[in-house]
């Protein structure tokens, strides 16, 4: 089914253009706050505006909106402050969070996922997990183009740097909030590691440690070291962690934290069975179907990765529907195949992956 862009409303009647440009209107001046102490005249704005926008343009929550997340890592540590006091602060980081608007073509509804990620840190644990789950709906909304010409400057409120002292002003240092992973698989390519294996580099050996002190646990990627070294031969072939090499980690990773298919990749190593059970991988591979062996391209993962995403639109009565997944994956490939200039319609079925 084909989405008409200029048909679709929000359950408050707006279109998606007015949405659009609800979300980017100025406020009232009592929203926007000055962030002090880098010597840098910066803009923020109050959380509690965002709610009331998004209730204004979409509808009440969770009807016409609503926002959820996988899992809250939680950490505490003993710091000790600028004037020698010790402080022992909590650390809340989602990897992996949501914002989900409803849109209407007047017969049906259909819900669209924007992702976000979100970290804070607070005295209180709790405040510090209500922090990051702030700070994760904001960076989902800022993709609706929320407030975007304030964060562009554009707005009476954002002020130009100002020097008064006849010095420069430092800009305030960016802070890098990706997970470790991403910046180490980063950091491995630019350095000339890619190719080596973990145990070979600094870099991987750090990794290693990371993944036994922060990856082993409940609630972690895994629940006790066997569990980690079963993962470890299951994902990448390594009998340990010292021999994976840098690209088989980066396979490990995308296992746990996703993206699951990427070009380059053939279609029988995609790691739907992460979230669908193997009997139904390989009855849904079978029922597309495709050579087992084929090489994903960038159209051809990014179908299979929206099916991934969209898994749970195809469960009916608690059960996963394997050929009507098939037949919208066989859709999207003679689309993406008889039209590479077309469009991408919009995604009627993004919503989060379910394991069946």
Not at 165 to 187: L, N, Y
Not at 240 to 261: I, N, Q, S
Not at 292 to 318: I, N, P, R, W
């Amino acid at each position: 089914m084909t989405l008409k862009y200029d048909e679709l409303r929000t359950f408050t009647g707006l279109t998606i253009t007015q949405a659009l440009a609800a979300l980017q209107a100025k406020l009232e001046p009592n929203a926007y706050k000055k962030v002090s102490g880098s010597g840098v005249s910066l803009t923020d704005i109050k959380p509690a505006y965002l709610t009331e926008v998004l209730t204004d343009v979409f509808g009440i929550c969770p009807i016409g909106w609503s926002f959820d997340w996988d899992s809250v890592e939680l950490t505490g540590q003993m710091t000790t402050t600028s004037s020698g006091k010790e402080r022992y602060v909590w650390q809340a980081d989602i990897f992996r969070g949501w914002l989900t608007y409803t849109l209407t073509d007047g017969d049906s509804d259909h819900e669209f996922k924007v992702l976000g990620t979100g970290g804070s840190d607070n005295d209180v644990k709790e405040y510090a997990v209500r922090g990051a789950v702030t700070n994760m709906l904001g960076a989902a909304a800022s993709k609706l183009l929320w407030q975007l010409p304030v964060y562009k400057g554009q707005g009476d409120e954002q002020s130009k740097t100002t020097v008064t002292t006849g010095k420069p002003v430092p800009q305030p240092a960016k802070v890098d909030e990706r997970p470790w992973w991403v910046k180490a698989i980063e950091f491995a390519k630019s350095n000339g590691d890619y190719s080596q294996a973990l145990g070979d580099t600094d870099t991987g050996k750090r990794v290693i440690e990371r993944l036994k002190k922060d990856q082993i646990g409940a609630g972690k990627w895994f629940a006790a070291p066997a569990n980690m070294t079963n993962a470890i031969k299951k994902y990448t072939g390594f009998g340990k962690a010292e021999e994976v090499t840098w690209p088989k980690f980066e396979r490990l990773v995308r296992a746990y934290v996703g993206p699951y298919a990427m070009a380059g990749d053939q279609i029988k190593d995609v790691l739907f069975d992460h979230f669908l059970k193997p009997a139904s991988w390989q009855e849904l591979i079978h029922s597309i179907p495709l050579e087992v062996d084929m090489v994903l391209d960038e159209q051809t993962a990014a179908v299979l990765e929206a099916a991934l995403v969209g898994a749970s639109a195809y469960v009916k009565d608690g059960k996963l529907d394997i050929e009507a997944l098939a037949s919208s994956l066989r859709a999207h490939f003679i689309k993406h195949a008889a039209d590479e200039t077309t469009a991408p319609d919009i995604n009627m079925d993004e919503t989060e992956p379910l394991a069946y």
